[in-house]
């Protein structure tokens, strides 16, 4: 599976952005599908993820009511569409994705996602 991410940009505080990762691959309905960032000398943090079906969803703390992760499978895309961006959003936005046919967990640890995608640049300005 092959991952390019998209939509990243310049945004002021209290805006919007959607992030899209397309994938490629035969077998994308089967992966577990994630959102990490990473700001400046910082390490990679986990941001939301997507079970293979769509049925679950998860998400770190700091943007529970503000982002939401979808997928379209017959698109081969996940999305990541974040809302109400605060400054402290600012970083690089990274797709990525582990196959988990018949598991019912989400991972949150970015050393056990296998795909990752060449992130997309969120810049929130107060």
């Known amino acids: 599976v092959q991952l390019q991410a998209s939509g990243g940009g310049l945004v002021q505080a209290g805006g919007s952005l959607r992030l899209s990762c397309a994938a490629s691959?035969?077998?994308?309905?089967?992966?577990?599908m994630g959102w990490f960032r990473q700001a400046p000398g910082k390490e990679h943090e986990f941001v939301a993820a997507?079970?293979?079906?769509?049925?679950?969803?998860i998400y770190t703390e700091s943007v529970k009511g503000r982002f939401t992760i979808s997928r379209d499978n017959a698109k081969k895309t996940v999305y990541l569409q974040m809302n109400s961006l605060k400054p402290e959003d600012t970083a690089v936005y990274y797709c990525?994705?582990?196959?988990?046919?018949?598991?019912?967990?989400?991972?949150?640890?970015?050393?056990?996602?296998?795909?990752w995608g060449q992130g997309t640049q969120v810049t929130v300005s107060s």
């Open positions: 997507i079970l293979r079906n769509g049925m679950k969803t």
């Open positions: 990525a994705g582990y196959p988990a046919p018949g598991s019912w967990d989400l991972d949150t640890r970015p050393t056990e996602y296998n795909y």
């Open positions: 691959g035969q077998t994308f309905s089967l992966h577990n």
